[in-house]
């Protein structure tokens, strides 16, 4: 189970950090994904990193690349999104997912690939 925390209400051109934790133990490593769904739309991978690698390779979706910094902190075990310059358009629930993985290189932000959920938290700007 993961556990997200950080979203609100927010003006465009603003900024918010999302945090995500696992709510007990867990053994990696991990594929990291941060995913949003807006009302009526499909729900969108962000952002994803993978804890194999000294560089932990990241990737981002074209409409948040240059805003949006995915991180995580291994001694806290708790995975990031540092949003910045943010538009109306990125008003949506935000979840962290995670699942395991075996081999280094980017993680796919296909959604259907992760097993782990947290239960989301609202990003709201106006």
């Known amino acids: 189970q993961l556990v997200e925390s950080g979203g609100g209400s927010v003006q465009a051109g603003g900024s918010l950090r999302l945090s995500c934790a696992p709510s007990?133990?867990?053994?990696?490593?991990?594929?990291w994904g941060w995913f949003r769904q807006a009302p009526g739309n499909e729900r969108e991978g962000v952002s994803s990193?993978?804890?194999?690698?000294?560089?932990?390779?990241?990737a981002y979706a074209d409409s948040v690349k240059g805003r949006f910094t995915i991180s995580k902190d291994n001694a806290k075990n708790a995975l990031y999104l540092q949003m910045n310059s943010l538009k109306p358009e990125d008003t949506a629930m935000y979840y962290c997912?995670?699942?395991?993985?075996?081999?280094?290189?980017?993680?796919?932000?296909?959604?259907?690939?992760?097993?782990?959920w947290g239960q989301g938290t609202q990003v709201t700007v106006s």
């Open positions: 997912a995670a699942f395991r993985v075996v081999t280094p290189g980017s993680c796919t932000r296909d959604h259907t690939a992760y097993d782990y």
């Open positions: 007990g133990y867990t053994v990696g490593p991990y594929c």
């Open positions: 990193m993978n804890d194999i690698g000294g560089d932990k390779p990241t």
